[in-house]
């Protein structure tokens, strides 16, 4: 499924809301770059809630809130850690969690997990997409009550690769 057909469906879905498009979020160094598919996404929209009301709820960031992460869920830049530093917010759960996307030009596009306790830690951060289309499509497709990427909702155990995992 791609990102155009994925906003078609949910702006005609009644619990899913798509603003319109506003600007493209911005990176702020030189070795990142803005992924393909997020590029696409703010093309056609300038953010959405999908689910809402919904233990699967997920609301894709306004451009404006696509931010670096690390000073958001740890205080500080961490500009010492090349992985955590090219995460930036791009989505959120009801519970105030966070998803984050790699915006490297090496590793850029990866969605990752950030739940404040997960955040940055070697070993213990879950790429739940290797692209942020990736995402979208599970997100849109998971039919269960929790969102596909969290333990109690993978009843066929499937594993996700650790941020740092292929450094």
């Known amino acids: 499924m791609d990102i155009a057909d994925i906003l078609d469906r949910a702006r005609a879905h009644t619990d899913c809301v798509v603003l319109p498009p506003v600007a493209l979020p911005v990176v702020r160094r030189d070795d990142e770059r803005l992924p393909d598919g997020v590029r696409e996404f703010y093309e ?7 689910f809402a009301g919904q233990a ?3 609301t ?8 670096q992460a690390n000073p958001v869920l740890v205080g500080a830049a961490g ?8 995460a930036y917010l791009i989505a959120r759960t009801p519970g105030g969690d966070h998803l984050t996307i790699d915006m490297s030009a090496r590793r850029g596009g990866r969605v990752y997990d950030s739940f404040h306790e997960l955040h940055g830690v070697a070993g213990s951060w879950p790429m739940i997409a290797p692209t942020f289309e990736g ?3 599970e997100v849109w497709e998971s039919q269960g009550a929790l969102p596909y990427w969290l333990a109690e909702f993978r009843a ?5 690769p650790d941020a740092y995992g292929d450094l």
């Not at 894709?60 to 931010?67: T, W």
């Open 79 to 86: 500009e010492e850690d090349a992985v955590s530093r090219a």
């Open 135 to 137: 995402f979208l499509t």
């Open 156 to 160: 066929s155990k499937r594993v996700f």
């Open 56 to 58: 699967r709820e997920v």
């Open 44 to 50: 056609r929209c300038g953010g959405a809630v999908l």
């Open 60 to 67: 894709v960031l306004p451009p404006d809130e696509v931010v």
